[in-house]
């Protein structure tokens, strides 16, 4: 792997109610696969347990932006004692599933993933002088776009779950 | 000096996926999903090893390893293995929803899937050393693109995703459900 650089660092989301957790699953790989992104399942663990169910499932999908830069954004998703619930949905009951809810996201850049410019110190040093100063400007635009699409993605999130009733302020778009 | 150290990706393997289950389930559906599944995906399966051990008496460990082939091309190949093992496997008797009994397996289980896409299967490409250097050329330059964008993709998301999304289906776990069921391709 070649240069990783921690763009958003434990973005977490804790939650307890009711959630389909499964359409909550299917809404992030659908959002991540809409931007172009390539889907990693890193895990996919279910535990039946006395209280309900346990899962933990992690994705780590990656988008190539140039031949010497790539994303990666790593969402992992916690849920203790999830059990099914009667509700009652647009005037039908349904079953839906209730628990507890912790997701982490991380938003990764990887530089030269190809690991061109680490095969000699000299060209280390270079692939450093690059990216912190030639390449500085992009570099740092790069980085807004991740980070625009990590908020963006909890903004997602945090609407699915009904956190707020309200238009919020995502981060602006790199230009 | 073998013609593996210098011909270019002459195998590209995809990211290993897994399921952890414990709880209960039906093995004998979970065989014959896979089963049926390479069956109609036009793959050869072969089982590779099935081992059975009593370690302690919490129950069984059953080790089931699978490899499907299926000759795409000429000049490619998929290959997936399916790996599975259980753990503290042991039968239970359970009541379905219109009031029948039917065995089933309660315990811990691992399954573990990952694909390889093998290029010029035949070794017709290896004969000579001017033929190995040809062939690497050919995987490094001509066909990358194809090679990493189209077979590796379909191979990744039509075979071993699909896999994964109908095991966990089956299993019932949360997590089941196959955002890119409408991927590309009618099939």
């Known amino acids: 792997m070649g240069h990783l650089k921690i763009v958003v660092d434990h973005e977490k989301i804790d939650y307890s109610g009711p959630v389909s957790v499964g359409d909550l699953l299917r809404m992030i790989e659908n959002f991540l696969w809409e931007r172009g992104f390539d889907k990693k399942q890193d895990k996919d663990f279910e535990q039946n347990t006395a209280n309900g169910k346990f899962i933990e499932w992690q994705i780590m999908p990656w988008k190539k932006i140039s031949d010497y830069l790539r994303y990666h954004i790593k969402v992992r998703v916690l849920g203790y004692d999830i059990v099914k619930a009667d509700t009652v949905s647009n005037g039908k009951k349904t079953k839906i599933d209730t628990g507890r809810l912790i997701i982490v996201i991380d938003g990764f850049m990887e530089y030269d993933y190809d690991h061109r410019w680490e095969e000699k110190p000299i060209l280390y040093f270079f692939r450093a002088l690059y990216d912190n100063f030639i390449f500085k400007a992009y570099t740092e635009r790069f980085e807004h776009m991740l980070v625009h699409d990590v908020n963006h993605l909890v903004d997602h999130i945090e609407k699915f779950l009904n956190l707020y009733r309200r238009y919020s302020v995502i981060s602006r778009a790199a230009p | ?187």
Do not use: C
């Open chain 2, 1 to 187: 000096m073998k013609p593996d150290d210098f011909i270019h990706l002459p195998e590209m393997p995809t990211f290993p996926v897994y399921i952890q289950y414990k709880g209960i389930f039906d093995m004998q559906d979970v065989y014959e999903t896979i089963a049926d599944f390479f069956r109609q995906k036009k793959f050869k399966l072969q089982e590779s090893q099935h081992r059975l051990r009593r370690p302690g008496p919490f129950g069984a460990e059953i080790a089931n390893n699978f490899i499907a082939r299926r000759k795409v091309e000429d000049y490619y190949q998929w290959i997936v293995n399916v790996n599975i093992e259980t753990f503290d496997l042991h039968d239970v008797e359970v009541v379905l929803k219109d009031g029948t009994k039917k065995k089933m397996a309660k315990g811990r289980l691992w399954i573990q899937l990952y694909g390889t896409v093998e290029t010029d299967y035949e070794k017709i490409w290896e004969k000579s050393a001017f033929l190995a250097h040809l062939k690497s050329f050919y995987n490094k330059y001509i066909i990358k693109k194809k090679y990493e964008g189209v077979w590796w993709d379909e191979l990744y998301y039509k075979i071993v995703m699909r896999l994964h999304a109908l095991l966990k289906e089956r299993l019932k776990m949360v997590s089941e459900g196959f955002e890119h069921r409408h991927f590309a391709g009618v099939h």
